[in-house]
Structures are given as structure tokens and as C-alpha cells.
């Protein structure tokens, strides 16, 4: 079984920053993806990136792109989405999620294992 866990959501002004990381813990697989999703009250879950476990390959919404980078450090099972210029639009519950195996896919349904939560409110 994996657990994630994100960090790094809070309170930010627009136009500023800030790093979210997801912390992987128990059973993992070497090629496996990760991504982050977004979710506000009464709306659907939606995409925000994602990216293969060895870093090669990427995928990003439209919505994010050019703000938004994710990265991954294998060697603390870790992956960080860094968002830049953040935009009010952005406040959401940021999840992190895993597949056992597969490409950085962009549907929730291709994701096996999901963490609980971050926070991110954006101020205007």
C-alpha cells in the first residue's frame, strides 16, 4: 500500500508563489507517475500536472502552463509542483496522486492512490 502525504499549501498573495510537495511512503514502483490534482467545493476534480517517475516526460493543463512546474526527487520519494504568478483562480484543495504503473496521464481515473490535501488560497 502507498501513502502520500502533500505539504506546502497556505495563503498567498496573487502574482506570488508557492511550492507544494507530496511525500510517498510504504509500497512505491520504480515507474510509476505522479501528478497533482485541484478540487474547490462543489466542482469536479481537474487536472494540474503531472510527470513520469524518472522525470522524462511531463504533461501540464493548459491553465497552468508557464506557471506551474513539477519536478520529483527519487531519492526522498518526494515530487514538488512549484507555482508561480498565482492567479485567485487557483485557490483550490491541491491532491497528489499516484499510478502503479503508466504514463502521466491526466485523468483521475488512471491514478491507483491519492493524498489527503493541501490548501492553497490565493488573495486578490
Known amino acids: 500500500q502507498v501513502q502520500l502525504v502533500e505539504s506546502g499549501g497556505g495563503l498567498v498573495q496573487a502574482g506570488g508563489s508557492l511550492r507544494l510537495s507530496c511525500a510517498a511512503s510504504g509500497r512505491t514502483f520504480s515507474s510509476s507517475a505522479m501528478a497533482w490534482f485541484r478540487q474547490a467545493p462543489g466542482k469536479e476534480r481537474e487536472f494540474v500536472a503531472a510527470?513520469?517517475?524518472?522525470?522524462?516526460?511531463?504533461n501540464y493543463a493548459d491553465s497552468v502552463k508557464g506557471r506551474f512546474t513539477i519536478s520529483r526527487d527519487n531519492a526522498k520519494n518526494t515530487v514538488y509542483l512549484q507555482m508561480n504568478l498565482l492567479k485567485p483562480e487557483d485557490t483550490d484543495v491541491y491532491y497528489c496522486?499516484?499510478?502503479?504503473?503508466?504514463?502521466?496521464?491526466?485523468?483521475?481515473?488512471?491514478?491507483?492512490?491519492w493524498g489527503q490535501g493541501t490548501q492553497v488560497t490565493v488573495s486578490s
Open positions: 510527470i513520469s517517475w524518472r522525470g522524462y516526460s511531463t
Open positions: 496522486a499516484a499510478r502503479g504503473t503508466g504514463w502521466p496521464a491526466s485523468s483521475p481515473n488512471d491514478y491507483d492512490y
